[in-house]
């Protein structure tokens, strides 16, 4: 048996408050236990993410800017008890998940349908959240329609790619694979082979690295 976690991250920068993933639907910690996800994987959510919140001494309503890495359930749990914030999200991703008709792999429209009504801003491609470089949200479709990462770059860790399910496991690039139910099996070895001479280019240039961290189902 594999275990993947289903991270969440916010993001405190001097312009504003950022909440990167929302992951698994809150009711599943009313149940104790694992409990089946329905695609013969199970899960298990100990603390809500309000209560981890609640730790740090924030709550869902403390973000300006929310963004998923996509509309999959396990990384949209809280979508609908967000207090606001702008939702920043690729036009394929929207029109996946919002458009009437529409029906991508993995998508559960009640889990997020509260987002209908949030203010939003919708991306055509990359975006630099707050204007220095620093929090940059890359567009990196392949498993969703409009899947999309994070780009942090981190005062004393450097920059970070922050990939959702772009990849699941770190030798999944090497080995070219992506699970069945991706919406396209090529774009995300080509947006990662991207990177990482991207990265590799920075090494050269400042001795840093980039790490990539990525997330669940
Ligand atoms: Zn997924």
Request: a positive charge.
């Amino acid at each position: 048996m594999r275990e993947l976690a289903v991270p969440c991250y916010v993001i405190e920068h001097p312009r504003g408050r950022m909440l990167w993933d929302g992951g698994l639907p809150s009711a599943l910690a009313s149940t104790p236990g694992r409990q089946g996800d329905g695609g013969g994987g199970a899960v298990r959510l100990n603390q809500t993410l309000a209560q981890q919140l609640a730790a740090l001494n924030l709550d869902l309503g403390a973000f300006d800017v929310v963004a998923f890495s996509h509309m999959h359930f396990d990384h949209v749990g809280i979508a609908n008890e967000l207090g606001g914030g702008t939702l920043l999200i690729q036009r394929a991703e929207h029109d996946a998940a919002f458009a009437d008709g529409a029906a991508a792999p993995g998508f559960d429209r009640k889990l997020y349908d509260g987002l209908r009504a949030a203010p939003a801003q919708i991306l055509d491609g990359d975006h630099d959240l707050f204007g220095d470089g620093r929090v940059r949200i890359i567009a990196a479709p392949g498993h969703t329609p409009g899947h999309q990462v994070l780009f942090v770059r981190l005062a004393e860790t450097g920059p970070i790619v922050l990939s959702g399910d772009l990849y699941h496991f770190a030798v999944s690039p090497q080995l070219r694979r992506v699970p069945p139910f991706n919406v396209d099996a090529v774009r995300p070895s080509r947006a990662c082979g991207a990177w990482r001479a991207c990265w590799r280019k920075r090494r050269r240039r400042c001795g840093s690295s980039t790490s990539l961290r990525s997330s669940s189902s």
